[in-house]
């Protein structure tokens, strides 16, 4: 639900639908099973939808590309804390779409746009490139102002970031950061899945390389990389808020 502070929602379903790039069928059925907030109702009795619907939406797509079915992705869904906004959803499914294999695809700018749902300036092109959002195609024509490599699963993301006031070497020194620590993060849990699970496993079983074998342990890692990406998040979500309320906290204030 909007705040006082959150833009107002603004989107009819038929408006919804089209964003999302889903049908006002899916957006009903969706509302029907809980995985949608109702819209707010407003004059004229029509419903009214906002950023949180879209980034909602934009997430059961990724989990469904992962290979989820509607009732893992319901559970999913249950377990996230209810005062997520837009951009916290946008960072689980950015995150979530690290795992698909590919996730770009080349837009020209004119539909880079259109998914972006804004203008685009080019200190925005650079902003977003310098968040490995999207890079140019070399030798590609500029007839419709360039073709770009764009990353779908932080695509959004990335434009919610580009109205905060963020210098672009700060943006390059974060994304500098993060992505060695997860780096770090994946090896160091891929270490203990290889030796607290596969190996062991091996170790039971007459035939370990049987390609059922190897399908089914390969099952298992599919089925448990969201819920390895949602541990992650919310520990860095509340590791982020405990160091932000330390660090913004008042001389002479006390304890959390």
């Known amino acids: 639900m909007a705040t006082d502070t959150e833009p107002q929602p603004a989107y009819t379903v038929d408006e919804l639908a089209a964003r999302a790039g889903v049908t006002v069928r ?3 059925f ?3 099973r809980g995985l949608l907030q109702p ?3 407003g004059p004229r009795r029509i419903g009214r939808y906002g950023h949180d619907h879209l980034a909602r939406l934009a997430l059961i797509e990724e989990l469904q590309q992962q290979g989820m079915t509607l009732a893992a992705i319901e559970r999913y869904l249950e ?6 906004n837009p951009q916290d959803l946008a960072i689980h499914r950015a995150l979530v779409a690290t795992w698909a294999p590919d996730t770009t695809e080349e837009l020209s700018h004119t539909e880079l746009e259109r998914r972006a749902g804004r203008g685009l300036s080019g200190e925005d092109l650079d902003r977003l490139a310098a968040m490995d959002v999207l890079h140019p195609v070399e030798g590609a024509d500029s007839a419709d102002g360039g073709l770009y490599r764009v990353d779908l699963g932080t695509l959004r993301l990335g434009v919610q970031l580009l109205d905060v006031p963020i210098a672009h070497e700060t943006i390059l020194t974060a994304r500098t950061v993060l992505l060695d620590h997860a780096r770090a993060t994946a090896q160091e849990l891929s270490r203990l899945f290889r030796e607290e699970v ?3 496993y091996r170790e039971r079983e007459a035939d370990p390389e049987d390609p059922a074998h190897v399908r089914a342990m390969k099952s298992l890692s599919a089925h448990m ?3 390895v990406v949602q541990a992650l998040v919310t520990a860095f979500q509340r590791s982020l ?3 932000l309320r330390g660090a913004f906290r ?5 304890g959390r």
């Open 30 to 32: 969706y509302s029907t």
């Open 241 to 243: 808020k405990d160091e």
């Open 198 to 200: 596969w190996n062991p």
């Open 250 to 254: 008042a001389p002479g204030e006390g």
């Open 39 to 41: 819209p707010v109702i």
């Open 225 to 227: 990389q969201p819920l």
């Open 26 to 28: 899916t957006i009903r």
């Open 79 to 84: 377990r996230l804390p209810p005062e997520l």
